[in-house]
């Protein structure tokens, strides 16, 4: 075994005096983060979810002096209420716990396996929350006791945004700063296009058509949205959910026009990415396409905005313009398939280093 080929550590204390703190062997970890979720519905737990999360400049780019008391003392004062409300409706009570953590348990455990299939116990798989717990810092710190000296780190985001990629990232970077023993890191960048990914969209479509005894006039892929100025600042988010819907489209085999790309989750006073998913299917509805669809591409698990708000606000909407038939596609949640495209991003990623 070479220097170069060497497992990181191998036989480093052997030659090391008996006073010698003890290391553990060194491992290589896999760290996938997720957005986050509160840890229950009431008013205390969400208003600390709901204060981290809308304090994070990446979210609200606005001046603190500016946002904070706004946040502090009038948004937050009401929005937990409305927001552990709506939580409620959706909450895991068996588990005690929101679905979006249950699914991303799921995800981590059947990509543990996998990871383990191909590279034996050398490779650790963990998650963190961006927002909530498990906090990333203390997800880092006990990867890194654990002997973890390279980490990859997949943020779950198939297309690359700077409230929720870039934010991930920044958490992690700050999460190594606290470390004596900072080990080597990869990011995993977007993946929107990965051919296993777009695959596993396209397999859930199908699967979702075949279980109907009806076909959907129009498939609606509902992104999340942001602002339409972050766009024009650069970030390529939208364009990489139009592509997403093409490449889906495609793989389906379908005509151009049989997927309509719409955003969601609209907050505050700017203009964000259009159209509206709500105002959109309420279009579509009068204009006598009675029987859609709505797939979620840009969220990796299931979770408030597609449980609740695609499932309640958007499908209310919808219906109340006119419109008969509404099918939610779920996310790729803990699939096989998309499993197995995650696990071939991982391997990618990992090369040189397994």
């Not at 129009?218 to 490449?247: F, I, N, W």
């Not at 695609?310 to 209310?316: F, L, M, R, S, W």
């Not at 995650?342 to 040189?352: D, K, P, T, W, Y």
């Amino acid at each position: 075994m070479t220097a170069l080929t060497a497992r990181p550590g191998t036989g480093r204390l052997s030659h090391a005096p008996a006073a010698h703190p003890p290391v553990k062997a060194a491992r290589i970890g896999v760290l996938v983060a997720n957005l986050g979720t509160p840890d229950g519905y009431g008013y205390w737990p969400m208003r600390r979810y709901l204060s981290e999360f809308l304090s994070d400049k990446r979210v609200i780019d606005y001046p603190s002096w500016k946002w904070q008391p706004l946040l502090q003392l009038v948004i937050l004062s009401k929005r937990p209420f409305t927001s552990g409300a709506n939580y409620r409706k959706i909450w895991n009570h068996a588990a005690g716990e929101s679905p979006l953590m249950t699914i991303t348990k799921a995800q981590v455990e059947k990509l543990r396996a996998s990871l383990a299939a191909r590279y034996g116990d050398s490779v650790m798989v963990e998650f963190c929350m961006r927002y909530g717990s498990p906090s990333t810092k203390d997800v880092v710190r006990g990867m890194v006791a654990a002997g973890c000296e390279r980490i990859l780190f997949l943020p779950l985001y198939p297309q690359y945004a700077g409230a929720t990629s870039a934010t991930a990232n920044d958490e992690f970077f700050r999460a190594l700063m606290t470390e004596k023993r900072q080990p080597a890191i990869r990011t995993v960048g977007e993946y929107y296009d990965h051919p296993l990914y777009v695959g596993a969209l396209a397999q859930s479509v199908e699967r979702a058509y075949a279980n109907l005894d009806h076909r959907p006039d129009v498939l609606v892929a509902s992104y999340h949205g942001m602002p339409k100025r972050y766009l024009m600042e650069g970030d390529p988010y939208h364009c990489q959910c139009q592509k997403t819907s093409r490449l889906l489209r495609e793989a389906l085999g379908w005509d151009q026009g049989a997927i309509d790309t719409t955003f969601q989750s609209v907050f505050g006073p700017e203009e964000w990415l259009r159209p509206y998913t709500v105002q959109h299917v309420a279009e579509l509805a009068k204009a006598g396409k009675r029987r859609i669809a709505v797939i979620s591409p840009a969220f990796s698990a299931d979770c408030i905005e597609t449980l609740e708000e695609i499932q309640g606000e958007i499908a209310e909407a919808f219906h109340h313009a006119g419109g008969e038939r509404f099918t939610y596609i779920p996310c790729l949640n803990d699939d096989d398939a998309h499993i197995a495209a995650l696990s071939e991003i991982v391997a990618a990623n990992l090369a040189g280093w397994v």
